[in-house]
């Protein structure tokens, strides 16, 4: 069996947002995301129905709500599905060992927040891409965040950057041999705000 092509997602950074003093008020924190390929699942029926019970039992998902999912039609650039964010490093260990045929595990990041508690009606917050949001703008990636409420959704264009393409070439067990870049991601820009932090905490505390 010869290699396989395939384009992948490239994630471009989030934007930081700042006080006026240049004080992080956000951050990306580096996470690992579950994917399935619904082009690398058994051919043969059955076996792929045992797929879907295998990575259903593991997530918590329905396997019929999966089944389904991967049927549908080509609609996106990267044709995947993610399946969970922010994986704990036993079931990272478990999908990379190729226990599950077209489960891949991918670097993502998660945006967090300095005391949240203080600055979350001013920021906001931004979360993970909808199958909305992707109909809405088909040029979103389902790994890409977007802003949901505050300054994060205000300003989501100018925070979110543009993700990146790369030619993957695997072999026959989905083994990435070779990289290729098609376009490289621009990161998010960063935005400075007027928001004095100290004196926010200072007065939340009060």
């Known amino acids: 069996v010869g290699n396989i092509n395939n384009s992948g997602i490239t994630q471009a950074s989030r934007g930081i947002i700042t006080d006026r003093f240049g004080k992080k008020l956000t951050e990306n924190k580096v996470s690992f995301s579950a994917f399935l390929y619904p082009r690398d699942l058994p051919k043969e029926e059955e076996a792929r129905l045992r797929v879907f019970a295998s990575i259903s039992k593991l997530f918590s998902l329905n396997p019929e709500d999966l089944a389904e999912e991967s049927a549908r039609q080509k ?6 599905i993610l399946i969970e964010n922010d994986l704990p490093e036993e079931t990272v260990l478990r999908i990379a060992s190729g226990e599950f045929p077209g489960l891949r595990v991918e670097e993502n990041f998660e945006r967090s927040y300095a005391a949240p508690l203080v600055f979350s009606h001013l920021l906001g917050y931004a979360g993970p891409v909808r199958n909305s949001d992707l109909s809405i703008n088909p040029d979103l990636a389902s790994t890409d965040i977007v802003g949901r409420d505050g300054l994060e959704r205000q300003y989501d264009n100018y925070l979110r950057g543009a993700h990146g393409v ?13 990289r290729k870049i098609i376009k490289i991601p621009v990161g998010g820009l960063n935005l400075e705000t007027t928001i004095d932090a100290e004196f926010q905490e200072y ?4």
């Open 75 to 80: 609609k996106y650039l990267e044709n995947r």
């Open 166 to 178: 790369e030619l993957l070439t695997r072999d026959s067990l989905g083994a990435i041999k070779e």
């Open 203 to 206: 007065f939340f505390h009060l």
